[in-house]
């Protein structure tokens, strides 16, 4: 309730104020071959390279994007490529599985007719399981409605089968309850197994799994963290209300396209909020993103030994032109 002066007031407003998270804003996995990372999810699965730079932290490292042709918040799915890392097993602490809409149940059995000799796939009434190469799990859910959302483009993929956006991550935990009130402080609501979070429009379920007590290892394959999406607006707010919810984060740091916290939710799951802007169009024009290699202002010096050291990896959907 306000308070008696307009400091009390004031005070009140800006701590009351209620934020949301809405849905996913990237995943962001691992892998051992660029190159055939880039045929997969660009080539096989069309979804548009939107951005090839390095890691931050690490700038002999590709980190890839993938997304919609813009890479919207809830379709960048991004990789951090190791050459030759090995398998790791998803598990434990670790989101270990990513849900996609797609329009419709057709969609499923054209992408199971498309994938036959490219990949592993699992198909059930309500979805389609993908593997990788490395194991990764991508799942196709339809959606009604979700048709005309946007997507990649690709010329390889009729609209109507194109994946639209991330609608779910299942992760797995020794103790799923151990997680419920800091994700019901972080604003998500509990839905039988699930937890969501965001609005009609955009939105996200999280599956918090109990695991069978196998032990989990990161490496090709597995998932690095998630992001949520937090408006531009709120995200000094996320940092005040992580602390309020008793978690060590991370501060604000600059990721060039978006800008993020980040801190372990009480499963071991690496939780990122990123905000929504600016996007990848900002050191790239919108119709040739992810085909040229972007470095961070940083790491620009790096130039000439990274375009050395990287293996190229040309555009997904020239074969397909
Ligand atoms: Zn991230």
Redesign the pocket.
């Known amino acids: 309730m306000p308070g008696s002066t307009i400091g009390e007031w004031f005070l009140w407003a800006a701590t009351s104020r209620v934020v949301h998270l809405h849905g996913i804003?990237?995943v962001?996995a691992i892998t051992g071959d660029g190159p055939r990372n880039a045929e997969f999810y660009g080539g096989v699965l069309g979804l548009r390279l939107v951005k090839k730079t390095v890691n931050f932290d690490d700038p002999g490292a590709y980190h890839l994007y993938y997304g919609d042709a813009t890479g919207s918040p809830g379709t960048a799915l991004?990789f951090f490529e190791y050459p030759g890392a090995r398998l790791g097993r998803a598990g434990e602490g670790m989101v270990t599985r990513i849900d996609w809409s797609v329009p419709s149940p057709a969609a499923l059995d054209w992408w199971e007719q498309q994938l036959a000799g490219k990949a592993t796939t699992e198909r059930s009434a309500e979805y389609l399981d993908i593997w990788d190469h490395e194991g990764l799990i991508t799942r196709l859910v339809p959606v009604a409605g979700c048709e005309s959302e946007p997507h990649a483009n690709a010329p390889q993929v009729p609209s109507a089968n194109a994946m639209r956006r991330m609608i779910s991550v299942a992760a797995h935990a020794r103790a799923p309850d151990d997680s419920m009130s800091v994700l019901d402080s972080l604003g998500f609501r509990r839905a039988g197994e699930a937890w969501l979070t965001g609005d009609g429009v955009r939105s996200a379920a999280y599956r918090l799994e109990s695991s069978d007590g196998s032990i989990s290892a990161s490496g090709a394959g597995t998932i690095?963290?998630v992001?949520w999406a937090s408006r531009d607006e709120d995200h000094q707010d996320w940092l005040a209300r992580i602390a309020r919810a008793g978690l060590q984060a991370t501060p604000i740091v600059e990721?060039d396209y978006f800008r993020?916290i980040?801190f372990r939710e009480p499963s071991g799951v690496l939780f990122?909020l990123?905000t929504d802007g600016p996007g990848f169009a900002i050191d790239e024009e919108p119709d040739v993103l992810g085909l040229a290699l972007c470095l961070p202002r940083q790491h620009e010096h790096l130039r000439a030994f990274l375009e050395q050291r990287l293996v190229p990896i040309p555009d997904p959907w020239e074969p397909y032109r």
């Open positions: 804003h990237h962001t991004t690095h963290h992001a990721r993020s980040y990122e990123a």
